[in-house]
């Protein structure tokens, strides 16, 4: 009897569908594209750039998180990505995140017009095509830690994360 029903739970199990692996996912530092010209009078805000770093770490760790991607560690190609205008260096985020593996890969930068007037622009690409899946942006108001964080969540969470966000709609 014990061999029947091992039997039986063998061919059930065998007659399930595959659970298909979430998509390998490189995630690279979001950059800062200032247009203010304040930049020029004070230099670099290492405000800023702390902030850069934690809404990077936001994105990783929310997808991550969410279970429906395979989080790659980027660290093999970090130095050669540091050192690349990523939003303007003709697809060297998609090679970059071949060279480790990825499916997509997302890239970030915060568009910083003015102290008040900012936006964040995610891309996600396909890695084994080079093209742009999707881009999202959203628009916000002050240069703070808070208004940073409000906007990053908003795009993973009803963007990134959301069901039917960049599939054609019926």
């Not at 569908?17 to 010209?37: G, M, N, V």
């Not at 395979?70 to 050669?80: E, F, R, T």
């Not at 007037?117 to 830690?145: E, K």
Request: with cysteine; proline share 5%.
């Amino acid at each position: 009897m014990r061999a029947l029903v091992a039997l039986v739970a063998l061919i059930l199990l065998a007659s399930m569908p595959a659970r298909a692996a979430p998509p390998k996912l490189a995630i690279f530092d979001f950059e800062l594209l200032d247009t203010s010209l304040e930049g020029e009078m004070r230099g670099p805000q290492a405000d800023e750039h702390d902030r850069l770093i934690h809404i990077s770490d936001l994105v990783r760790t929310q997808l991550k998180d969410s279970g429906k991607f395979q989080l790659l560690d980027i660290s093999p190609v970090k130095a050669a990505a540091d050192g690349s205008n990523l939003q303007a260096c003709g697809g060297c985020d998609v090679q970059f995140a071949q060279r480790i593996g990825a499916d997509l890969v997302i890239t970030g930068v915060i568009k910083k017009i003015s102290t008040l007037i900012l936006n964040l622009t995610i891309f996600v690409r396909d890695v084994h095509t080079g093209q742009l899946i999707t881009g999202m942006n959203a628009d916000f108001r002050g240069n703070t830690d808070e208004s940073w964080t409000r906007a990053t969540n908003y795009l993973v969470r009803n963007r990134l994360l959301a069901p039917n966000y960049g599939k054609p709609q019926p």
